[in-house]
């Protein structure tokens, strides 16, 4: 008869099915627990710790996931556990050890953070069957990216001792984390294909995160080319029984690559050796909901307890990696030159106070850039161009009043969007038909401002009526497959012009793009956050990177009203190290990220004043809860955004040289200071 383990403290101890009376259960509430469950007779056979199962949770029956089995429990009334949802899967316990640390550093429930790492459908038992419309599936047109002929390419004296380090650590079986440092187009994704290459030999897996659903078409596309069906592919568009079907794929160890977005850091892949985190900077690696992990901190976490090797790839590292490679945590690996020595494109900033006074109005495109644009299309290249803003334009107000058309529920103005003749909330989806008399002064002088992705391709429409022209934003990509079919045809050369958000900013190569245009290079700028530096340079070196891909050079034109921003200056010279010296100066003054780590607390609630007194409370309670550490606590202070959805919103800041002082005090206070109708969102490391 089989046996399972006990686990308590450091002590461990085996004991037969049989003698199995109770188990330890966690579940996905902001509840420590474990709680005990008696075991009825039937299950006894097929309970593990790690077993995924049903239980009634007070008037509810919830799942929940077994994390131990205690010798006796002193509850008279206890309850059984209703049934196990799935025999085949078991949590493992390097994924008990991964979620274990998740709920400590980030401030969740072990079950919480179990539960982020358990595609949603499997905690309900769903089996995988096959719906006709899934038989043109998530991978059906991906492939059309690649024509097959992607093979292993010979590295060049850069790529070959960036090969060797890492080869060699996987080969010794020891955990280190590798930050590969390449400018765009040095030749990364061949490094990570080589790396994985040799992981499979050596009998081992792979996990590569990309920051953003739409790269993972390309990337697929490319990864598959190379290694056929040893490809699993998790992200969160993928229809339920399909996500099923690939993470079994997984966790039977027919799939050993998988590839995915963030929550595919916990696939459940066998003998892992290599985890590539690429573009690791994103900030889309940061979960937004409980528990708030950031994925490249846990690829971190989980190499380690599998001595696995992490590559963290990007053209323009965070600072926080940057800055951990300098001090010798991490091994730095630079790719200085672009594959083939093909030469970065040449930048150039267009002054748009200049423009403005030239033309006598706030003008989209500079006369640089509609002369590259049309030179361009004229000879039959491509044009990317780049605003991180969508819809048509960003504000309606009166002329007469200066009255700014307001979301009911947020503190925000409404953005118009002409294609669906409404002013909707990004935040929210409160929607509204743009009015023609000013609803405070009943003039009739509404005024449209500013400008998104929509009125960008509304005005390229009207210079350029032969050009065939798309966009890819958030709005047109709603749909699934949608990615796809835009970046498809834009690689087969059905598109001249493709005007997006930062999705089209990182990850993509196509050959045929020799301009890429920035239209407004401040939007970044101009956020209250102390990382807008960091962003502006980022998203700029990025997409600057995707023209001049190929033999054909490249161009990248930039307009600013900030033009000599160190920021964009250093983004002009493709000048990392330049940019990093800088920023990281002033980090260092200012006492931010990576010199400290910050926890944000948010407070919300409807009524305004209720929400500010409890601030106001909870602050005092925490000085006294850190009279013994070092923590410095600011705030309170409306949020950024100081009523969203009908909540208002109030932050407190701490920041410490260690999140763990920072955590124990919110242990010991926040569960004294739960103020009736007041929600607490704790947000470690937040992004």
């Known amino acids: 008869m089989p046996s399972a383990p006990y686990h308590k403290g450091t002590g461990q101890a085996t004991y037969a099915v049989y003698s199995m009376k109770f188990a330890d259960i966690v579940i996905n509430r902001p509840i420590e627990g474990p709680f005990t469950y008696s075991i009825p007779e039937f299950l006894k056979e097929d309970l593990k710790i790690g077993s995924i199962v049903e239980v009634s949770f007070g008037n509810k029956t919830v799942t929940g996931y077994v994390i131990g089995f205690p010798d006796k429990c002193d509850i008279k009334k206890i309850k059984p556990i209703n049934r196990i949802i799935d025999k085949t899967l078991c949590i493992d316990s390097k994924m008990l050890q991964l979620t274990k640390w998740i709920s400590e550093y980030y401030y969740s429930s072990w079950g919480e953070a179990i539960s982020a790492a358990i595609p949603g459908v499997l905690k309900k038992g769903v089996s995988v ?71 499979l030999k050596l009998g081992l ?26 490809i699993a592919v998790l ?66 976490k989980r190499a380690e307890f599998s001595n696995a090797v992490v590559i963290l790839g990007s053209a323009t590292p965070s600072l926080e990696s940057f800055y951990a490679a300098k001090n010798g945590k991490f091994t730095i690996i ?25 033309a006598k109005k706030i003008p989209i495109f500079s006369q640089k850039l509609k002369e590259w644009i049309e030179k361009d299309i004229a000879e039959k290249k491509q044009v990317i161009l780049f605003l991180n803003r969508r819809g048509f334009s960003t504000f309606i107000n009166c002329k007469k009043c200066g009255y700014v058309i307001k979301c009911k529920r947020c503190s925000v ?38 400008l998104g992705t929509e009125k960008v391709e509304s005005e390229l429409h009207r210079l350029f009526p032969a050009a065939i022209i798309e966009r890819m934003d958030t709005d047109t990509t709603r749909k699934r497959g949608m990615h796809d079919k835009v970046l498809s045809k834009f690689k087969a050369g059905g598109v001249d012009i493709i005007i997006g958000t930062q999705m089209i900013a990182k990850g993509l190569d196509f050959p045929k793009v020799t301009l ?46 900030t033009p000599q921003h160190y920021s964009i200056q250093a983004a002009k010279n493709h000048d990392y190290n330049t940019f990093y010296d800088k920023e990281i100066h002033l980090r260092k003054e200012l006492y931010l990220p990576p010199f400290c780590h910050m926890v944000s607390l948010t407070l919300r609630g409807r009524n305004e004043e209720r929400v500010f007194k409890a601030s106001d409370n909870l602050k005092a309670s925490l000085e006294e809860g850190a009279k013994s550490k070092n923590i410095d606590i600011l705030g309170p202070a409306p949020s950024a955004i ?46």
């Open 129 to 199: 069957k096959r719906h006709r419309k899934e038989k043109h599936d998530e991978l059906g047109e991906e492939f059309e990216f690649i024509d097959g002929s992607d093979k292993h390419l010979t590295p060049n004296p850069e790529q070959q001792e960036a090969l060797d380090s890492i080869i060699n650590s996987m080969s010794a079986g020891t955990h280190k984390v590798f930050l590969l440092h390449g400018v765009t187009g040095s030749g990364k994704t061949e490094v990570y294909l080589q790396s994985i290459a040799h992981a």
């Open 205 to 230: 897996s792979s996990i590569v995160l990309v920051p953003e659903i739409s790269l993972t078409p390309q990337t697929v596309a490319r990864f598959k080319a190379r290694f056929e069906d040893k």
């Open 235 to 300: 992200h969160s568009r993928l229809l339920g029984s399909k996500r099923v079907s690939e993470w079994k794929r997984i966790n039977s160890g027919e799939a050993r690559i998988v590839i995915g977005a963030r929550s595919a850091i916990f696939a459940p892949v066998k003998n892992l050796g290599l985890i590539v985190v690429d573009e690791e900077h994103e900030t889309s690696y940061k979960q937004e909901d409980v528990p708030r992990y950031n994925a490249r901190d846990a690829a971190i």
């Open 334 to 358: 630079e790719l200085s030159e672009r594959i083939d020595s093909r030469l970065l494109p040449a930048v150039d900033i267009v002054d748009m106070r200049e423009e403005m006074t030239r």
């Open 413 to 450: 103005s409404l953005i118009y969007h002409f294609d669906k003749k409404k002013l909707i909330c990004h935040h929210c989806n409160f929607n509204m038909a743009p009015p023609d008399i000013c609803p405070e002064c009943n003039s009739g002088y509404m005024k449209y401002w500013g």
């Open 516 to 561: 890429v245009g920035v239209i407004s290079a401040d939007t970044a700028l101009n956020l209250p956050d102390f990382r807008s530096a960091e962003r502006t340079f980022n998203l700029l070196t990025q997409v600057a990177g995707r023209a001049g891909r190929s033999d054909l050079g490249g161009r990248v034109i930039i307009q600013s009203y």
């Open 642 to 687: 100081s009523r969203m959805k009908g909540m208002y919103r109030w932050s407190i800041f701490l920041r410490a040289e260690n999140v763990e002082d920072i955590t124990a005090v919110l242990k010991r206070t926040l569960g004294k200071n739960k103020p009736p109708g007041i929600i607490i969102t704790v947000d470690v490391d937040p992004s």
